[in-house]
């Protein structure tokens, strides 16, 4: 049997191609709203309140908080478990193709 592998170009993070966020982008899932914070803690300063389906993009992630592109920190999920933002998926169908190659073989007899 004869294998081939085939190199898949890797897309850098900082191409023009590359178009998610770090952290991905998240939705606020409560109809409440939900606050900004200066700082990954309740006893941070609320700064401002993110509206119910907002998008942010995510920046970083510390201890069930969410820095994100709105310009501070956000819960992701509250003690009972219920969230407060939700990461979404962008699923992308990803096709490599390949072409058969037929190659001939010749033993000596």
Not at 13 to 33: D, F, I, L, Y
Not at 39 to 54: A, D, F, N, Q
Not at 89 to 98: A, G, K, W, Y
């Amino acid at each position: 049997a004869v294998s081939r592998s085939v190199a898949i170009p890797a897309i850098p993070m900082g191409s023009a191609r590359w178009k998610h966020p770090p952290m991905g982008t998240w939705v606020v899932g409560t109809r409440n709203g939900l606050h900004v914070r200066a700082g990954p803690s309740t006893k941070s300063k609320s700064t401002s309140v993110l509206r119910y389906k907002e998008k942010v993009d995510g920046l970083q992630r510390v201890d069930g908080w969410l820095k994100h592109s709105k310009g501070g920190w956000s819960l992701i999920k509250r003690l009972d478990g219920k969230d407060l933002l939700v990461e979404l998926v962008d699923l992308e169908e990803i096709v490599i193709e390949s072409h058969e190659e037929k190659i001939k073989f010749f033993h000596p007899q």
